[in-house]
């Protein structure tokens, strides 16, 4: 997956967490800074299937597979919503 430097830094900050995929306050807080950074900052067209799989790839190793997936293709998903949502309202810059 190819991101601009900001947006990257932030998706870093978020996925590079051991409890990315809690559901915990600041886990969201991280993942929407990511996606907000990427709406504002971001120059090159990345989708919620692309970052589904780049989570995926990045923790291949992890125990629950099925957990991981469930998890990868919700943030997938969320992603796409939120970068149509800025689209749709005018907000997207990369659009």
Known sequence: MRLSKKPLKAYECWINQHSWLSHH???????????????????????????RDDIMRKYASYGDQQELIEESTYYGQLFDDLVSFAKATGRLRNA
């Open 25 to 51: 306050h600041f886990d969201k807080k991280r993942f929407f800074e990511f996606v907000d950074t990427f709406i504002r900052y971001g120059r090159r067209h990345v989708s919620g299937e692309e970052l």
